[in-house]
């Protein structure tokens, strides 16, 4: 195996860790080191001392997520913009009248299944499910364990599951 090799077989699991935190998931962050490593192949001449790799590389992968990162954040101005030059208009995303009705009326079954919910399973099922706060959260708030939190919202969401079960096949 050659030095590069040896170097990133060395670090790019601890670099690849780093970038999961940094571009906020594993799949952007295995395309980010990737890029990374071939950006470094490309600059090795550039690397000092071989010590200093791993930050090195990190410096690397960082700036490869940020532009990644960028070129997300532009992607609808560009296709805007593409569309535009075409001529085209943008369709109008405003959801049909049908559509409008239909997710009231999914709604209002939901609110009400959950209204049905007995108090220690709907409480938990509101803060974790419909308010997304994290489950170790929840757990101090309610004054329960995280195991207990965790029991009762798989309750709550079988008890869901089956009134909603029973109303659409009501319905």
């Known amino acids: 195996m050659n030095k590069f090799e040896n170097l990133a077989n060395q670090h790019r699991d601890t670099v690849y860790r780093q ?6 998931n594993r799949q952007d962050a295995e395309d980010v080191l990737i890029e990374a ?10 690397l000092r001392d071989s010590a200093a790799f791993r930050p090195w590389l990190a410096q690397i992968a960082k700036r490869v997520c940020w532009q990644l990162k960028e070129r997300e954040a532009l992607m609808p101005l560009m296709q805007l913009s593409a569309l535009e030059a075409e001529g085209r208009e943008i369709a109008d995303e405003e959801p049909t009248i049908e559509l409008q009705v239909a997710a009231r009326e999914m709604k209002a079954l939901l609110d009400g299944s959950m209204r049905q919910l007995p108090p220690l399973y709907r409480e938990v099922y509101r803060l974790r499910d419909i308010d997304e706060m994290p489950g170790d959260e929840v757990a101090r708030r309610l004054g329960i364990s995280l195991a207990a939190m965790k029991s009762r919202l798989h309750r709550a969401r079988e008890l869901m599951r089956e009134q909603l079960d029973a109303a659409l096949t009501r319905g």
């Not at 970038?19 to 906020?24: F, S």
């Not at 490593?37 to 550039?46: E, I």
């Open 19 to 24: 970038m999961i935190r940094v571009c906020g």
């Open 37 to 46: 490593l071939l950006n470094a192949y490309r600059h090795l001449d550039q």
